[in-house]
């Protein structure tokens, strides 16, 4: 089994920079993909971003390339989500994800097996 843990939301204005972070334990995850997605009010969960099992290759949501980074540590089984010139439409629980079989990046959910609980993001306009 797989705990994951996210740290980092809060409320800031538009323009702003924020780092969520998600912290694995249970298990090595250093051979495994993972991912952030998030869900706004009345809305799917959709996905943001996503990093191999070595962090070389990555994947984004368009709507947040360029502004967005996703990068792992896995000395430390953290993966991290530096967002910058941050909108209200990012408002949103983040939700970091485990894959226990997928070692590739991947935008699809069901991939994913592990869930942490979510940290809120408010932006502010």
């Keep these: ?42 809305k799917e969960r959709e996905f943001v971003a996503a990093i191999n099992w070595s962090g070389g290759v990555t994947k984004y949501a368009d709507s947040v390339a360029g502004r ?16 910058n010139s941050l909108r209200p439409e990012d408002t949103a629980v983040y939700y970091c994800a485990c894959s226990n079989w997928l070692r590739g990046p991947s935008p699809v959910e069901r991939n994913y097996d592990y869930w942490g609980q979510g940290t809120q993001v408010t932006v502010s306009s």
């Design 1 to 42: 089994q797989v705990q994951l843990v996210e740290s980092g939301g809060g409320l800031v204005q538009a323009g702003a920079s924020l780092r969520v972070s998600c912290v694995a334990s249970g298990r090595t995850f250093s051979t495994s993909a993972m991912a952030w997605f998030r869900q706004a009010p009345g």
């Design 68 to 83: 967005f980074t996703i990068s792992r540590d896995n000395a430390k089984n953290t993966v991290h989500l530096q967002m």
